[in-house]
């Protein structure tokens, strides 16, 4: 990625067919039928097995850290899955499973592949891109050495703190250390994805967990506020002093947020590592800088300043992100963004019954074979046979198609006055 913020780190591609290679190891006939953690361990110690012999300058695997590493993902992934409202209902529980363990086994082997030296340095810059400009209160003084010395106090204690929270998520012992290089690469991964949780905040909106450990530890406060995990979860009560914590309400949120859909976080950095992907295929290394931008939470003042923006410059330079993400939402990769906006066809693309009988009304004979091709599953150039039109025009049929959904969905759609 030939771009102004190649320090952050983004895995398109690479994860993505990792991902995909784990998928297609699954006979179909079987891919309807939930697992449980032992048998969904044994595929993924299989995988991991596989895909740890191909790299030649890591040390061999061992295979009771390998199966134990298995066991962990395998647990998380049952766990979530069984834990989602969205999972139970897609009426493929082991599709989900397959995907979700897919990627985690993706994202632990893109550091095991890195090797323990390049794999911390990999993930020390990643949380210093997010972290660094956090790290000292806004406006002052603070030379780019001093602000240095305090982003790698920050994030050694926030490597504590990931640890000791890998260990109570994986019920491991209170003194565990990861020992092997696929451990720490599993502990990385994990680091990574914890840096990145999204907590609800009191005045509204969220902010990745790693971006409040900073803002906190740059007003000097605690880098952890020992917290009764139990107590958090319970709902609010109007005589205690818990109330006013501003960390417990923080962890209450991310727990309930956790609760309402765990599947959500997984559809959403798919979205973003497959949007980064086509830009950058696209040849649009600045929209990524501008994404990544947003995605930190960066003001448009701020996103000039970095970017070297003038005003004329950033309009257009929003005019053609938002072109591409319209394209990229209602054509390159429409199902997978649909699916984590809940708008898929399963689901009447998001419309309630009376909008969905309202927009069928608008189609054309035409477009609604269309949309009963898409519904079938069949390819564009099946659907493009059928229907004796090109495969440019199914695209461009389909794209229309999206569109007026959208309209239906947000209250926007204006009938022709004829």
């Given at each position: 990625?030939?771009?102004?913020?190649?320090?952050?780190?983004?895995?398109?591609?690479?994860?993505?067919?990792?991902?995909?290679?784990?998928?297609?190891?699954?006979?179909?006939?079987?891919?309807?039928?939930?697992?449980?953690?032992?048998?969904?361990?044994?595929?993924?110690?299989?995988?991991?097995?596989?895909?740890?012999?191909?790299?030649?300058?890591?040390?061999?695997?061992?295979?009771?850290?390998?199966?134990?590493?298995?066991?962990?993902?395998?647990?998380?992934?049952?766990?979530?899955?069984?834990?989602?409202?969205?999972?139970?209902?897609?009426?493929?529980?082991?599709?989900?499973?397959?995907?979700?363990?897919?990627?985690?086994?993706?994202?632990?082997?893109?550091?095991?592949?890195?090797?323990?030296?390049?794999?911390?340095?990999?993930?020390?810059?990643?949380?210093?891109?997010?972290?660094?400009?956090?790290?000292?209160?806004?406006?002052?003084?603070?030379?780019?050495?001093?602000?240095?010395?305090?982003?790698?106090?920050?994030?050694?204690?926030?490597?504590?703190?990931?640890?000791?929270?890998?260990?109570?998520?994986?019920?491991?012992?209170?003194?565990?250390?990861?020992?092997?290089?696929?451990?720490?690469?599993?502990?990385?991964?994990?680091?990574?994805?914890?840096?990145?949780?999204?907590?609800?905040?009191?005045?509204?909106?969220?902010?990745?967990?790693?971006?409040?450990?900073?803002?906190?530890?740059?007003?000097?406060?605690?880098?952890?506020?020992?917290?009764?995990?139990?107590?958090?979860?319970?709902?609010?009560?109007?005589?205690?002093?818990?109330?006013?914590?501003?960390?417990?309400?923080?962890?209450?949120?991310?727990?309930?947020?956790?609760?309402?859909?765990?599947?959500?976080?997984?559809?959403?950095?798919?979205?973003?590592?497959?949007?980064v992907d086509y830009l950058q295929s696209n040849g649009q290394p600045d929209c990524i800088d501008y994404l990544i931008l947003k995605l930190q939470d960066f003001s448009a003042p701020e996103i000039d300043d970095i970017l070297g923006l003038e005003a004329r410059q950033r309009d257009y330079l929003q005019q053609r992100f938002k072109y591409h993400v319209e394209k990229f939402a209602k054509a390159h990769q429409w199902q997978l963004v649909h699916q984590w906006l809940g708008a898929d066809l399963e689901d009447n693309l998001g419309l309630n019954e009376k909008q969905w009988?309202?927009?069928?009304?608008?189609?054309?004979?035409?477009?609604?074979?269309?949309?009963?091709?898409?519904?079938?599953?069949?390819?564009?150039?099946?659907?493009?046979?059928?229907?004796?039109?090109?495969?440019?025009?199914?695209?461009?049929?389909?794209?229309?198609?999206?569109?007026?959904?959208?309209?239906?969905?947000?209250?926007?759609?204006?009938?022709?006055?004829?």
């Amino acid at each position: 990625m030939n771009s102004k913020l190649s320090n952050f780190s983004f895995e398109t591609q690479e994860v993505l067919a990792d991902s995909a290679t784990f998928n297609h190891e699954f006979p179909e006939q079987e891919q309807g039928l939930e697992m449980n953690v032992e048998t969904l361990a044994d595929h993924i110690a299989m995988e991991l097995k596989n895909r740890t012999q191909l790299v030649t300058r890591v040390e061999a695997v061992h295979p009771a850290s390998l199966q134990m590493v298995a066991m962990r993902i395998a647990a998380e992934v049952v766990r979530i899955c069984r834990s989602s409202a969205r999972i139970q209902r897609s009426g493929c529980v082991r599709c989900w499973q397959i995907s979700l363990a897919g990627h985690r086994i993706a994202k632990c082997l893109k550091y095991y592949n890195l090797g323990s030296k390049q794999a911390r340095i990999e993930l020390h810059s990643t949380l210093g891109a997010i972290a660094y400009r956090y790290i000292a209160p806004m406006r002052s003084p603070v030379s780019f050495q001093i602000r240095s010395n305090l982003l790698e106090d920050f994030l050694q204690s926030f490597y504590i703190e990931s640890l000791t929270v890998f260990r109570r998520e994986h019920q491991l012992a209170e003194n565990y250390t990861p020992r092997t290089t696929l451990e720490l690469a599993e502990y990385m991964a994990f680091t990574e994805q914890y840096a990145r949780r999204r907590i609800t905040l009191k005045r509204g909106g969220a902010q990745q967990l790693l971006v409040l450990r900073a803002q906190g530890f740059a007003r000097r406060q605690p880098a952890e506020t020992t917290l009764d995990m139990e107590l958090a979860a319970e709902p609010p009560r109007d005589d205690g002093e818990l109330n006013r914590c501003q960390a417990m309400q923080q962890v209450r949120a991310a727990m309930v947020l956790e609760a309402i859909d765990p599947a959500e976080g997984f559809l959403r950095d798919r979205v973003i590592e497959e949007l980064v992907d086509y830009l950058q295929s696209n040849g649009q290394p600045d929209c990524i800088d501008y994404l990544i931008l947003k995605l930190q939470d960066f003001s448009a003042p701020e996103i000039d300043d970095i970017l070297g923006l003038e005003a004329r410059q950033r309009d257009y330079l929003q005019q053609r992100f938002k072109y591409h993400v319209e394209k990229f939402a209602k054509a390159h990769q429409w199902q997978l963004v649909h699916q984590w906006l809940g708008a898929d066809l399963e689901d009447n693309l998001g419309l309630n019954e009376k909008q969905w009988q309202a927009f069928c009304q608008q189609l054309q004979p035409q477009q609604q074979r269309l949309l009963q091709l898409k519904r079938a599953n069949q390819s564009e150039y099946a659907i493009a046979q059928t229907l004796q039109w090109t495969t440019k025009q199914v695209q461009r049929q389909w794209f229309q198609l999206l569109e007026l959904a959208w309209q239906f969905r947000n209250g926007t759609f204006k009938p022709k006055v004829s």
